[in-house]
């Protein structure tokens, strides 16, 4: 996103040096680009709205499997009070350990764009208990459960998708294309000796270009960058989660320490 910043500069730099060149030779009778800027500027805001809108729904999307995933962790802690005792501790500890493992594992991992696989050591153990508690209690409390987990696997999945930038590089480079185009286009067309205004207008237009890219790549990435989203949900979840599990078994019962590593035996 730097380069496509950079390239939109130096448009900006390179119209502004063509118009001067120009003005110097032809004076005030040199040809008008007016109505090449025209359809330009429109296919700039096409392309700079649709971009927009998909790197926004990417980051509405991801917002929304965080907060799925956390609400379907809870009431899996919750709906485990419910297990037959052989099942109940384990199922609430793994859902506590994944919680802990999400927050400071996959959180960590979609920030420098990859993923973690400790969090899939604990599903894995949940679901050797829910397949261990099939055999003797298939019942409604089992369903619910395992409708439960599938919510949560769901929404990881969806979280982990939309980690990855929605917008393909094409579709980028091809936008920052066309809006240092139309900024050049800018530069090139307005008179400089005479209007200090349209000098500024140019300017500004450059900055909010600039800046619209910019923010565009980083809603792109949503678990990167300066507008991230953060774990709320799941650290919340994972608090609430903890404290429900040390009251009723205390702490050392969990097969995991803070971070959500399993412990050595």
């Known amino acids: ?86 099942y109940r501790e384990p199922l609430q500890a793994d859902t506590v350990c994944y919680a802990r493992a999400v927050v400071h594992h996959s959180w960590p991992a979609m920030a420098a764009g990859e993923d973690s696989s400790v969090p899939s050591i604990w599903t894995t153990d949940l679901r050797t208990h829910l397949k261990a508690m099939s055999r003797t209690h298939d019942g409604t409390v089992f369903e619910i459960l395992v409708e439960t987990d599938r919510d949560r696997s769901q929404a990881r999945q969806a979280r982990k998708s939309e980690a990855s930038p929605a917008i393909p590089d094409i579709v980028y480079w091809f936008m920052a294309i066309t809006l240092a185009v139309t900024v050049a286009g800018y530069a090139y067309s307005i008179r400089l000796h005479d209007s200090l205004v349209h000098l500024i207008a140019v300017g500004v237009l450059t900055v909010l270009l600039v800046g619209s890219i910019l923010i565009i790549r980083d809603v792109d990435t949503p678990f990167s960058g300066q507008i991230s989203i953060e774990p709320t949900e799941m650290s919340a979840t994972e608090a609430d989660v903890s404290e429900d599990f040390t009251a009723e078994y205390g702490a050392d019962r969990l097969p995991c320490d803070e971070r959500g590593n399993r412990r050595q035996t």
């Open 1 to 86: 996103m730097v380069v496509a910043s950079i390239i939109i500069l130096l448009a900006l730099v390179a119209g502004l040096v063509g118009n001067r060149l120009l003005r110097r030779r032809g004076g005030e009778d040199c040809p008008s680009v007016t109505d090449l800027i025209s359809p330009l500027e429109t296919l700039a805001v096409l392309v700079l709205a649709f971009v927009l809108v998909g790197a926004a729904e990417s980051y509405s999307g991801a917002e929304d499997a965080a907060a799925l995933e956390a609400s379907s962790v809870d009431h899996l802690f919750e709906t485990a009070d419910y297990a037959p005792d052989p």
